[in-house]
């Protein structure tokens, strides 16, 4: 490693990969080097807890660029590299191996890492997380049918293990506190759907049921044998899957003195409070100008890929402000969900009949305008709505819920 480097990016992801290749796309041509604590070249984390976990991917088709990519475009990677803090003053970056790295400018790209639960029995072996191919590889051997697997957390991650597990002949229980699942980002109406598809595969739920201890085993007392839920009940598990959130990684930022909300605080530009340091992805709070300015943390590969975008075009001295609208994806069993904008503060929720036999498709509106859209086997329906949403067109619900009328015809003129 070089002592002075022009761009330094901590976290080797979907943003920071992201971000070293667009600088050079850019026309950047000082020096840019990426520092992973990982010991792989960046992923694709979305097929983790999906086709990875299954076994139908290899980690070689995970990886977002190969290492010819990163060498052809004069980007130094460099794997299992812990960045322990940061000296702004010196703008220097200190390594957990000892040495010592100087930036011109610094990127951080740190993500997040799973939320714990700090109850008893949290230290027991047997409890996995999802977040990197390591979980994975710990998870995949307790991975064996007839396996009793509980999860904690009835959140995306949670849900698709449980389809990966159940097809996999593991007897799955979910155990989540809200009365529903997917209760923190989609409505209703697609949490039932969820639930009955999931339920028909004999996925079993307890719902508005808190995980209080995880008890030991019987024969071996240092590996998990239960789930202790708040309504008394032992739920007997040979393995555990721990699936209640995330924690965004910023206490780099936090010992550097950067301002912090609920992540790195940064503007439409991803700049941070130092003129020097930009922050993208997991690990940022930042206004959507979509919600009006709104400041808020997205955990979405998309969202990832557009602050990189934005961040390149700043350090390439052509600062492009945050212009996307959010938008989602899940993969669960043969359900491809896709699901664009937020829906809080909607007013209003319609309900279209989809067109296939297992399809769902929910529009929320707010003040007549569609401001959310969770579209399932429906590309259709998400593509339109997509375009009503970042046109901001005023809709009939009643033509929304007419699977008569084509959602084509309800864009303005020009742009249909
Ligand atoms: P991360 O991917 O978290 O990467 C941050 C990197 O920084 C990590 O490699 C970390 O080791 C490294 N790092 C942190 N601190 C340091 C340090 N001090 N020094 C060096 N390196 C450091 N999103 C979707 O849009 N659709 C999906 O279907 C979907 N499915 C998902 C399934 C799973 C199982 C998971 C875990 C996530 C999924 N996501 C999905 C979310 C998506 O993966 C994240 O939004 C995305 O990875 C965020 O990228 P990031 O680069 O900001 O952070």
Redesign the pocket.
């Known amino acids: 490693m070089t002592n002075q480097t022009d761009v330094v990016v ?9 971000v070293a290749s667009r600088l050079r796309q850019g026309g950047f041509t000082g020096s840019v080097a990426l ?4 010991p792989h070249l ?1 992923y ?7 086709a990875f976990l299954a076994g139908e991917t290899t980690v070689d088709q995970l990886l977002l660029r190969s290492a010819e990519a990163y060498a052809k475009a004069n980007i130094e990677w460099h794997p299992s ?4 803090s940061i000296d702004r003053a010196l703008r220097t970056l200190y390594l957990s191996s000892g040495a010592a790295l100087e930036y011109g400018k610094l990127v951080l ?6 939320r714990r639960l700090p109850i008893p029995g949290a230290e027991l072996q047997g409890l996995h997380v ?3 191919i390591a979980d994975v590889d710990a998870l995949r051997p307790a991975f064996t049918p007839g396996a009793r697997l509980v999860i904690a957390g009835g959140g ?2 949670g849900l ?2 449980a389809a990966v597990a159940v097809k996999a002949g593991l007897d799955v229980e979910i155990v989540e506190f809200a009365p529903r699942v997917l209760a923190r980002v989609a409505g209703p109406g697609l949490s039932a759907f969820y639930e009955a598809a999931h339920r028909a595969q004999g996925v079993k739920f307890r719902l508005g049921t808190g995980v209080q201890a995880f008890e030991p085993s019987a024969e071996n007392p240092s590996q998990v044998g239960g789930v202790r839920c708040s309504d008394g009940s032992l739920l007997p598990a040979d393995l555990v899957l721990v699936a209640v959130g ?1 924690v965004p ?1 910023i ?2 930022a936090k010992d550097a003195g950067l301002a912090l909300g609920n992540g790195i605080v940064i503007d439409e530009f991803c700049r941070t409070s130092d003129p020097d340091i930009l922050a ?4 940022t709070e930042f206004p959507l100008p979509f919600l009006g300015g709104a400041r808020v943390r ?7 890929v557009e ?1 990189a975008r934005v961040a390149a075009s700043v350090l390439n001295g052509d600062p492009k402000p945050y212009a996307a609208v959010p ?5 669960q069993y043969h359900l491809k969900l896709q699901s664009v904008g937020l829906s809080q503060g909607h007013d209003q929720v319609v309900l279209r009949p989809p067109r296939t036999a297992e399809g769902f498709v929910a529009f929320y509106l707010k003040e007549g305008r569609m401001i959310a859209a969770d579209c399932v086997n429906a590309i259709i329906e998400f593509n339109m709505a997509k375009r009503l949403i970042t046109d901001k067109v005023i809709v009939d619900p009643a033509a929304l819920a007419d699977p008569a009328v084509n959602l084509k015809s309800l864009l303005p003129v020009a742009a249909s």
């Open positions: 901590i976290g080797a992801s979907h943003a920071g990969s992201e520092l992973g604590a990982e960046p694709h984390r979305p097929p983790l807890s999906k590299t812990v960045v322990d790209a740190t993500g997040g890492r799973p999802m977040r990197s995306y991650i698709e293990v995330l990684n206490e780099l993208i992805g997991d690990c997205l955990e979405s590969v998309p969202n990832a602050q938008w989602f994806w899940s993969d």
